[in-house]
């Protein structure tokens, strides 16, 4: 809280946020680690070269990959209804 001076952001009452979040977004299951492993397989050696993996990764997501998202994305959430929102691993 003193990193806000005693503020609450929120509508009129404080959420805990959850220590664990069961990464239920394909942006955090997914595409963050795909890019990434494009982009730093080896060091870009400049900006413009960085931006062009970047741009090359997000491109080289197949609908294949979009389809296996949509499955991972059904069993995530069934497993978080399974567990009522605790808490829950994820085994593979």
């Known amino acids: 809280m003193e990193r806000f001076q005693n503020q609450v952001l929120g ?3 404080f ?3 959850p220590p664990c979040s069961p990464e ?3 942006l955090d299951f997914f595409l963050w680690g795909h890019i990434k492993g494009h982009v730093y397989a080896t ?17 080289s ?16 959430v069934q ?3 399974v567990a009522n929102g ?7």
């Open 11 to 13: 509508y009129g009452c």
């Open 43 to 59: 060091p870009p050696p400049t900006l413009q070269d960085f931006r062009r993996r970047i741009t090359d990764a997000c491109v």
């Open 86 to 92: 605790d808490h829950f691993e994820q085994y593979k």
């Open 24 to 26: 239920l977004t394909p």
């Open 61 to 76: 997501v197949t609908p294949a990959m979009l389809h296996n998202v949509q499955r991972e994305i059904q069993s995530r």
């Open 79 to 81: 497993m978080c209804i």
């Open 15 to 17: 959420v805990e946020w």
